[in-house]
């Protein structure tokens, strides 16, 4: 893990990708497919890991649970496209 002195969003996103291109080569490698195969075992991985993030969050009162997310998302993507 590299630790800068300085603390930018940037950085931090940039090992967020580095992680997970590490995380799609490993899975390539270990389970002996394609890269398209390894990358949705990834993001898969991460949309489960954000959901059950948000569902404990929403359990202790911390945020809005992962339906309040999901209805942002879907609203935001409404907007996007122009769909009523």
Do not use: H
Not at 8 to 14: F, G, K, M, T
Not at 44 to 56: D, F, I, P, S, T
Not at 68 to 74: N, Y
Request: hydrophobic letters at 60%; one cysteine or more.
């Amino acid at each position: 893990m590299v630790i800068w002195a300085y603390d930018l969003p940037s950085s931090a996103s940039a090992v967020s990708w580095a992680v997970i291109v590490n995380n799609i080569a490993a899975l390539e490698i270990l389970l002996d497919c394609g890269v398209l195969r390894a990358a949705m075992v990834v993001g898969l991985g991460g949309v489960g890991r954000w959901c059950v993030g948000r569902a404990m969050l929403g359990m202790v009162g911390l945020g809005e649970g992962v339906m309040g997310e999901l209805g942002s998302v879907v609203v935001g993507l409404q907007a996007f496209l122009g769909v009523d």
